[in-house]
């Protein structure tokens, strides 16, 4: 093989024949694993400062050989919650070495560790560095390992549970949650008076608080910290630093240590500000803002041109937007999706906001379409309640209506197309749903 193109006489690749010569460099890109999904972790946050601070604040007792406090942190995806805790154990981490203090912060991502079981096990891995996950022990087993291991170790212990909200027991039993019994922990008999133990809960999950029993929920919120969504100049700022890590010729002006500006023979501010205004407008995610600008870049490299432009990130916008919109349907049951469909029928025949009862007329012919028993409208408008948690609907309570009484309007927060576009011909979704996305495309 000479790496010609065989249909062609003469072996010589064209544009007809749909090949495209590999290039080693970028006009564009100097590295695009910079807006690869979480995997540069960012070295300053200053949009963060006051949460920073508050995570700061928890885990500095540790430093001075007092408990460290639990901490819950709440904010909706890609709010840098995750990269906060990371950069505060990083900075942790450095100062207790050069200090000689004996703090272990170990993270546990509870995604893949959904159960008290599993969080435990992963904690002993990591604690004890083993290889595996250890096998064939009892709940009661684990625990008595995971305290012995710290009563014999000594020092402090600081848990980071990402994703709390995943930890779901089969068993009802507080006294063998890890939520329960991880927090207070230090207070117990479990561990020894000089060990230190605290819990750093992560959660994008509004529901989640509200279905813990009182005891866990008392022993989890020692303080809470709300991550508000990004406005539009920290999105701007965020992406400054990103386009100056991972695009060619790109800096960012600093003036008097605050932002100013970028300087970029690649790319203008006008599409850092289209990026930042269409992350700003889906609830203000970093990471969907990151996602655009390196889907953007892209593309700008693809099509060989030496500058990213907006038609780029128009082009970006599209297909960033439903792997958004997927991540948030991931998180909803069958009847949250019926439910959905519902909204999507009355929002592509502009028949929005809607009433619960109109919902509940197309809700039910959809969930009979598809075999499923329709919930009545009580429980359907439950599941809405969901859907407006995660953000996919906007749900209000309006009072006044025509007989007096309140009633419930809703419309959908996530844009139309592409969601219809998913439950279409996503290989996750159409099986079920092609058939529903069908009639409500007919009107778009
Ligand atoms: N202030 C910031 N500066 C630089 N990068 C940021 C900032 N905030 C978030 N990011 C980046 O955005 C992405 C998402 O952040 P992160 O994973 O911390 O969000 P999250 O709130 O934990 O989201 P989720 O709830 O979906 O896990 C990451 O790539 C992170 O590095």
């Given at each position: 093989m000479d790496g010609s193109d065989p249909s062609e006489p003469g072996g010589q690749p064209t544009q007809q024949s749909g090949l495209r010569d590999f290039s080693t460099s970028s006009q564009v890109l100097a590295d695009g694993d910079v807006f690869q999904g979480d995997k540069i972790q960012p070295e300053s946050m200053p949009e963060r400062e006051s949460e920073l601070g508050e995570i700061h604040s928890a885990i500095e007792p540790a430093a001075r050989g007092e408990n460290p406090r639990n901490l819950f942190i709440y904010g909706k995806p890609g709010q840098g919650k995750t990269a906060a805790v990371r950069l505060k154990r990083e900075q942790f981490s450095q100062f207790a070495d050069r200090e000689d203090l004996d703090v272990t912060i170990t993270y546990i991502e509870c995604n893949s560790a959904n159960k008290s079981y599993h969080v435990l096990t992963t904690a002993l891995k990591k604690l004890k560095e083993l290889n595996n996950k250890p096998r064939g022990r009892t709940i009661d087993n684990l625990y008595s390992e995971v305290f012995d291991y710290m009563n014999s170790h000594g020092g402090t212990y600081?848990?980071?549970?990402?994703?709390?909200?995943?930890?779901?027991?089969?068993?009802?039993?507080?006294?063998?949650?890890?939520?329960?019994?991880?927090?207070?922990?230090?207070?117990?008999?479990?561990?020894?008076?000089?060990?230190?133990?605290?819990?750093?809960?992560?959660?994008?999950?509004?529901?989640?608080?509200?279905?813990?029993?009182?005891?866990?929920?008392?022993?989890?919120?020692?303080?809470?910290?709300?991550?508000?969504?990004?406005?539009?100049?920290?999105?701007?700022?965020?992406?400054?630093?990103?386009?100056?890590?991972?695009?060619?010729?790109?800096?960012?002006?600093?003036?008097?240590?605050?932002?100013?500006?970028?300087?970029?023979?690649?790319?203008?501010?006008?599409?850092?500000?289209?990026?930042?205004?269409?992350?700003?407008?889906?609830?203000?995610?970093?990471?969907?803002?990151?996602?655009?600008?390196?889907?953007?870049?892209?593309?700008?490299?693809?099509?060989?041109?030496?500058?990213?432009?907006?038609?780029?990130?128009?082009?970006?916008?599209?297909?960033?937007?439903?792997?958004?919109?997927?991540?948030?349907?991931?998180?909803?049951?069958?009847?949250d999706l019926l439910a959905l469909c519902g909204v999507l029928y009355l929002e592509s025949r502009a028949k929005t906001p809607a009433r619960t009862n109109q919902i509940h007329e197309h809700y039910t012919t959809y969930?009979?379409?598809?075999?499923?028993?329709?919930?009545?409208?009580?429980?359907?408008?439950?599941?809405?309640?969901?859907?407006?948690?995660?953000g996919v609907i906007n749900m209000v309570k309006v009072v006044g209506g025509q007989r007096g009484g309140a009633r419930w309007e809703v419309e959908l927060a996530i844009p139309l197309d592409e969601t219809v576009d998913i439950l279409l011909n996503d290989d996750s979704y159409a099986e079920h749903y092609e058939r529903i996305a069908e009639e409500i495309a007919s009107e778009l």
């Open positions: 600081i848990y980071v549970l990402d994703e709390i909200d995943r930890i779901k027991d089969d068993d009802e039993n507080d006294d063998l949650n890890i939520l329960y019994k991880l927090p207070r922990a230090y207070s117990s008999e479990d561990l020894d008076d000089d060990i230190g133990c605290s819990v750093i809960g992560i959660s994008n999950d509004r529901r989640f608080k509200s279905n813990l029993s009182p005891r866990i929920k008392d022993a989890l919120y020692d303080t809470e910290v709300d991550f508000s969504p990004y406005t539009h100049e920290n999105l701007r700022t965020i992406l400054y630093r990103r386009a100056a890590k991972g695009l060619n010729d790109t800096e960012v002006i600093y003036k008097d240590g605050e932002t100013a500006g970028l300087r970029s023979s690649v790319i203008s501010e006008s599409v850092i500000e289209a990026c930042a205004e269409s992350a700003e407008r889906e609830r203000g995610s970093a990471r969907q803002a990151i996602d655009l600008l390196g889907q953007a870049a892209t593309i700008a490299h693809d099509e060989r041109d030496d500058e990213v432009s907006i038609s780029h990130v128009k082009n970006a916008q599209q297909e960033v937007n439903k792997n958004y919109i997927k991540n948030m349907l991931n998180d909803h049951t069958s009847d969930a009979e379409s598809v075999g499923d028993t329709p919930l009545v409208q009580r429980r359907m408008r439950d599941r809405l309640q969901d859907l407006s948690l995660t």
